[in-house]
């Protein structure tokens, strides 16, 4: 009787060493104690659930880019809006600008809105909702708004005080400005130019330019 015992327990013991070394025995396995089974109504909660975490992540990803369309859309160029009073305004007559005359138009003393891109300056009066003080690039009325479409930003320290040469900005920010200037002159008015400093206005006519500017040094 004793034989047949122990030749069960070594049996046994053979067993688990045989699961053990194939990864099949966990320490319940091993000590005898029952091992709880996973049921199929486990199963499906836990497919359930990662099925609806997944939806919650694309719904989320989804509105996220809604609200980076709206912000940006087709690379935060805002679609031009034209107002009553802007309807009012006659077509400005092409002329030249320092920045201290380009400040002048900011939509408030005067209703006109003006802001510069590459050298190059646009009346956006009929993008008021977009342009004035109150719109979303409001910061660029009156003012040179190529660091800031550069950048996308759109904040005071995409302003300068003085004339703005750019030369800080790197190959792929400047193929941005002059992006930035092809859609301006697509939608917008073109004015005239933003002078640097000491740079003599020039003369234009009703007809044409006396010179032609549309090349920047």
């Given at each position: 009787?004793?034989a047949?015992?122990?030749?069960?327990?070594l049996?046994?013991?053979?067993?688990?060493?045989s699961?053990?070394?194939?990864?099949?025995v966990?320490?319940?396995?091993?000590?005898?104690?029952?091992?709880?089974v996973q049921?199929?109504?486990a199963?499906w909660?836990?497919?359930?659930g990662?099925?609806?975490?997944?939806a919650g992540?694309?719904?989320?990803?989804?509105f996220?880019?809604?609200?980076l369309y709206?912000r940006?859309?087709?690379?935060g160029?805002?679609?031009?809006?034209e107002?009553g009073e802007?309807?009012?305004?006659?077509?400005?007559?092409?002329?030249?600008?320092?920045?201290?005359?380009?400040r002048?138009?900011d939509?408030?003393?005067?209703?006109?809105i003006l802001?510069?891109?590459?050298?190059?300056v646009f009346?956006v009066?009929?993008?008021?909702?977009?342009?004035?003080?109150e719109?979303?690039?409001?910061?660029?009325?009156?003012?040179?708004?190529?660091?800031?479409?550069a950048?996308?930003?759109?904040?005071?320290?995409?302003l300068?005080e003085?004339?703005?040469d750019?030369s800080d900005l790197?190959?792929?920010?400047?193929e941005?400005?002059?992006?930035w200037e092809?859609?301006?002159?697509?939608?917008y008015?073109?004015?005239?130019?933003?002078?640097?400093p000491?740079e003599?206005?020039?003369e234009?006519t009703?007809?044409e330019?006396?010179?032609d500017?549309?090349?920047q040094?």
């Open positions: 009787g004793g047949r015992v122990e030749s069960g327990v049996r046994q013991s053979a067993l688990t060493y699961m053990a070394e194939n990864g099949e966990n320490s319940d396995m091993a000590t005898g104690n029952d091992v709880p049921s199929e109504d199963d909660g836990l497919g359930f990662g099925v609806m975490l997944n992540l694309l719904l989320l990803l989804f996220g880019a809604i609200r709206q940006w859309g087709k690379r160029s805002p679609e031009t809006e107002s802007a309807a009012s305004l006659p077509k400005m007559k092409r002329r030249d600008f320092t920045l201290e005359q380009l002048e138009y939509g408030e003393a005067n209703p006109r802001l510069a891109v590459n050298n190059k009346d009066s009929k993008g008021k909702t977009f342009y004035g003080r719109g979303p690039y409001g910061i660029f009325a009156g003012r040179d708004a190529s660091r800031g479409l950048t996308f930003r759109l904040d005071k320290d995409a300068r003085e004339y703005d750019l790197n190959a792929v920010q400047m941005s400005v002059r992006e092809i859609q301006f002159m697509e939608k008015d073109y004015v005239g130019r933003l002078l640097k000491g003599e206005p020039s234009y009703d007809e330019d006396v010179k500017h549309s090349k040094d």
